[in-house]
């Protein structure tokens, strides 16, 4: 894929001066003029082929994966090979994400066009037909296990992956963990969304298999981040929070374990608990 950054984007991050008030007596009032590092938002719109396809509120960060991850969510492109040229043009009132197909549009590209922008926390914004909100993901049937303890470590790693995040504390993140590696990747954005279409970007520009992984969240799991999960072919998805009803069926029918609540003193299992070892329902976790 040809890459062209046309203009600077704007800083994914930025200070804003507040006032601060302190329940300790001695800093109750920060004195005006004082910042805080908040993430900035952005408006970024999708082009392929010289028509206009979405708009999505984002960190602009990691654009590029998010071009591909998109792509690849939508079910445009098959791979990244399929991206012929991508031109990254800022302007005023946002950046677009120019993008040139090596062959013609698939029909989901037609099936699925938006015509709404969507917020930083929808996935789902502007979908002509109410079929697509549910439509099944691709099928993952891959028999990988993982225990108990590879899960909490997975998430209690995954902070030190999000350096965006600590500063600002606002933003989501999604990583690819693999057994015997650890966590291979990882993207921040404001939205849950784009930060998993970043991290399906990412690895697929890089090669990464996440046949034999897991994709860590750090929000809650709705339908779409399931159809995501799929398209990047990860059997096991860990979220900090819960899932939805709607999250929990497309999981059992796409063959994913669905994995949530997952905290420092354990997690719930809504879906093929067959995959991880030491934790099936119904028996007592084995002791580390």
Known sequence: MKSLGLGPSPSPVRDVSRLAWRRAAAARLLAPGTSRPVPEETPIAFSYEGAAYAVMMATPADLSDFAVGFSLSERIIASPADLESLETVSTEDGILLRITLANQPASAYWERRRYLAGPSGCGLCGLESLAEAARLPPSVTVGVCITHKDILDAMA????????????????????????????????????????????????????????????????????????????????????????????RVAEAAGITLVAVARQDGFEIFSHPDRVLGAELGQPAAAD
């Open 157 to 248: 790693a995954l902070p030190a992956w999000q350096p965006m995040n600590r500063l600002t504390g606002a933003l989501h993140g999604a990583a690819l963990w693999l057994p015997e590696k650890g966590i291979v990747a990882a993207r921040e954005d404001v939205g849950r969304h784009n930060a998993l279409d970043k991290l399906i970007g990412a690895a697929s520009r890089d090669g990464i298999d996440a046949v034999g992984g897991a994709v860590l969240l750090t929000s809650r799991v709705s339908v779409e981040m399931i159809q995501k999960a799929a398209v990047l072919g990860a059997p096991i998805l860990v979220a900090v929070s819960a899932p939805t009803a709607l999250a929990v």
